[in-house]
């Protein structure tokens, strides 16, 4: 199989799942509430660790430990680009004052556009990826017996 085709995969479930779960979230009005969020470190540590985990199962005797970290990294890669995605279009065509409720407490401080708001999505996602492939690795450094 490619070596890209199962991190794709992960990161289309990873990011459906994410998207599910913020709609939910917005249906009860909690979507503005920073709390809530700690929930997606879950659901993404739980998408690439079974990433890194289908790849081991799968090269089997060839598996190292740049091969999981990479199927760990594309995995979280893609879906924070897709998730950010998904972000900036719900926060200007779905929800025009969802980046006013969320930042009521900053609004009179800071000036916070679609474009500094997308960028913190991404690059929390991109750090919470890096942190959870390298913590993951460390589970499966080692090759099958």
């Known amino acids: ?13 990873l990011t459906t799942s994410l998207i599910a779960y913020f ?4 249906l009860f009005d909690l979507h503005t509430n920073p709390f809530f969020s700690l929930f997606n470190g879950v659901i993404t540590g739980f998408a690439i660790f079974e990433a890194i ?3 081991r199962l799968e090269t ?5 430990y ?3 970290f990479s199927a760990g990294l594309i995995t979280g890669f893609i ?3 897709l998730f950010t995605i998904f ?3 719900y926060a200007t065509e779905v929800d025009p004052n969802f980046l006013n409720e969320l930042f009521t407490e900053y609004a009179n401080h800071y000036d916070i556009g679609i474009a500094t708001f997308s960028f913190i999505v991404l690059l929390m996602g991109l750090a919470t990826t890096v942190v959870l492939t390298l913590s993951f690795m460390q589970l499966f450094k080692n090759r099958l017996k």
């Open 1 to 13: 199989m490619n070596k890209f085709t199962l991190p794709v995969r992960f990161a289309v479930a």
């Open 53 to 55: 985990r289908y790849r």
């Open 87 to 89: 972000m900036s279009v």
């Open 23 to 26: 709609l939910i979230l917005s």
């Open 79 to 81: 879906s924070t680009i």
């Open 60 to 64: 089997g005797k060839d598996y190292n």
């Open 66 to 68: 740049a091969i999981g």
